[in-house]
């Protein structure tokens, strides 16, 4: 390189570098950045960099350097200030190695086999302000580690063996701390000097219990991370001096209560989660920045009055898979709560939804009722939620005599919802009544999969103009008439994967000419229905067609798949697995001049001719 002395930045990661000797670097005195990661570098002699009196940036991550002395390699004076040794097989810390690169500003030694960190271990490093030793097998650190006047805002020692936390104490500028997956039991006070905190992640430990003088020093703490503990025990006053925290995640812990004033001072706190612990009882109060609730797998069994109350800023509430069979008859939710949006109530044990209870939320735009035994709703839910625009009933086996009565079909036509999503797999449908989306002309997406339809109407689907995805997996059609869904002009994807189709319509990409996706996926279709020649002159012209799935059927000839894809001039990519094709030919897909993706694993070629094909991906 000595004809490039004005480099700036030299990339020589990934490749076979064995060797390196004192003159590869020679002169580029004005080199920066150098980047040599996973070579097969195995030894540095001494002096190596020391023409590199400007570089500041080198990476070595993935060499099989092991343990070597770091300050032999570059000049006195010198100006490096990030070094990362990630994945080189060290083993040790130590602080002569280090000795001569006391400018460093970042240290990243990730993916190591360092065990222990001894004491001084960073002496040299009095520059050093982001330190990184994620994933190696440290199982002990020293209380005097770091220097009494260090200026480290950034250490992460995550995925190690620590048990003890008693280097921290002389971290004064700390901002950013990170000891996920320790086997850390015990807080004890030293964590109290670091009064300049922003974020604190300790999950992943074995913590059993937080008491009122564990987190004192919490003034300026943002984020803290609890989750993934032992935790059975949070006194009253634990949380309390940590006034500017703004999430709390204590998820997959084994507390059974929580103490109704421990949250009362987080006057900051916007992202709460307790999921997937043995609370039975809860009241969330007073909360006034409150934006995010997570709640789920949780043993309350029921929703009691007033369990939700001054939470002005709620936004999001998930209560899913928290075994609640009964919703008391007063206000859960009271009436300063009025901003949600999104609230989940899925797999639970619900047999009716009381309306008083939730009378407040006007606004809420996404509701979760899936997975429930929900046999019936109040006649006036969808006066109530009229401005929802995401419903989920799916999964509830008994509501399909209620949802089909033509009665209520009937009452709800005058309304006009703004609902855009809609989800009633596995409800038990055989059929749905005339008129049954009246009020659902905003629809852009409907799942109907995991029922009992034999047949669609075309009557059914008449009022859902700018359907956009439509979904009828897992039902028992035998065919599907491109007239049943004419009416379906914006429609771009449709799935009708595992019914028992035996041929498929071309018919459909002329109706259907925003169709991009289709899935017809394990049926028994052995034939297609041609389209004629102004039809087919009508779906070369308009058809959006690019994905067409039709694996895990009966095709035996390629010339049943040349009926529909003849016309389809923009397809890029066929899905033919799993059929019982024996042959294929270049002028299968003649026409096809932007096809990128072919599948045909799992068939009965015997024969193939592919020369034309020049433009395929896979």
Not at 60 to 70: A, I, K, S, V, Y
Request: glycine share 2%.
């Amino acid at each position: 390189f000595q004809c490039c002395q004005l480099l700036k930045s030299l990339g020589l990661s990934f490749n076979r570098i064995e060797t390196l000797n004192d003159s590869t670097f020679i002169r580029l005195s004005k080199l920066k950045t150098l980047d040599l990661r996973a070579n097969k570098l195995k030894k540095l002699s001494k002096g190596l960099f020391m023409d590199l009196t400007d570089l500041s940036e080198l990476s070595l991550d993935e060499n099989p350097l092991g343990d070597q002395d770091w300050s032999s390699l570059f000049p006195c004076s010198n100006n490096i200030k990030e070094l990362s040794l990630a994945r080189i097989g060290a083993t040790q810390l130590r602080k002569e190695a280090f000795k001569s690169i006391g400018q460093l500003r970042i240290l990243r030694l990730n993916n190591n086999r360092i065990r222990r960190i001894e004491k001084d271990s960073f002496e040299h490093l009095k520059n050093l302000e982001n330190l990184a030793l994620i994933q190696n097998q440290i199982e002990f650190v020293h209380q005097n580690a770091f220097e009494e006047e260090n200026l480290l805002i950034s250490i992460d020692l995550s995925h190690n063996r620590i048990e003890k936390v008693d280097f921290l104490h002389k971290l004064l500028k700390l901002k950013s701390l990170n000891l996920e997956d320790n086997k850390i039991i015990h807080l004890n006070d030293c964590l109290n000097k670091l009064e300049h905190l922003n974020q604190l992640n300790l999950s992943k430990n074995f913590i059993t219990k937080l008491e009122n003088a564990s987190l004192r020093f919490g003034c300026l703490l943002k984020h803290l991370a609890l989750n993934d503990n032992k935790l059975k025990r949070i006194e009253s006053g634990a949380f309390e001096s940590l006034f500017a925290l703004e999430s709390l995640n204590l998820e997959n812990n084994e507390l059974e209560s929580i103490d109704a004033n421990l949250f009362s001072k987080l006057h900051r706190l916007e992202r709460l989660n307790i999921s997937n612990n043995p609370i039975e009882t809860i009241a969330l109060r007073d909360m006034k920045t409150l934006f995010s609730i997570e709640m789920s797998s949780l043993k309350l069994r029921s929703l009691k009055s007033n369990m939700f109350t001054n939470l002005p800023a709620l936004n999001s509430l998930n209560l899913q898979d928290c075994l609640i069979e009964s919703i008391d008859d007063d206000e859960i939710i009271d009436n300063q709560t009025i901003h949600m949006e999104s609230l989940n109530l899925s797999n639970n044990k619900l047999k009716k939804i009381n309306l008083k209870a939730f009378r407040h939320l006007k606004k809420i735009d996404n509701l979760d009722l899936s997975q429930n035994e929900l046999e019936s709703l109040d006649e006036s839910f969808l006066l109530n939620f009229n401005g929802l625009k995401c419903l989920s009933l799916s999964k509830n086996p008994k509501m399909a005599n209620y949802l089909t009565r033509q009665d209520l079909i009937d009452a709800n036509c005058a309304v006009e919802l703004k609902m855009a999503t809609l989800s009633l797999a596995f409800v038990g449908f055989e059929s749905l009544g005339s008129g049954f989306f009246k009020c659902f002309v905003n629809l852009e997406k409907l799942d109907l999969t995991g029922n009992r339809l034999r047949k669609l109407r075309k009557e059914w689907f008449d009022d859902l103009t700018n359907l956009d995805e439509l979904y009828l997996s897992d039902n028992l059609l035998e065919a599907i008439d491109a007239v049943d869904l004419s009416s379906l002009k914006r429609l771009t994807n449709l799935e009708i994967k595992r019914n028992k189709l035996d041929l498929v319509d071309s018919r459909i990409f002329c109706a259907l000419s925003r169709l991009r996706t289709f899935s017809a996926a394990e049926n028994q279709i052995r034939s297609v229905v041609e389209a004629s020649f102004s039809e087919q002159t009508v779906i070369m012209n308009e058809s959006q067609m690019i994905d067409l799935d039709l694996s895990q059927n009966r095709f035996e000839s390629m010339s049943e798949i040349r009926k529909l894809t003849r016309s389809l001039l923009r397809l890029q990519s066929l899905n033919l697995n799993e059929n019982q094709i024996e042959s294929i030919d270049a002028d299968d897909f003649d026409r096809i001049h932007v096809l990128k993706m072919l599948k045909m694993n799992k068939n009965k070629l015997v024969r193939m001719r592919l020369e034309g094909l020049s433009d395929l991906d896979h």
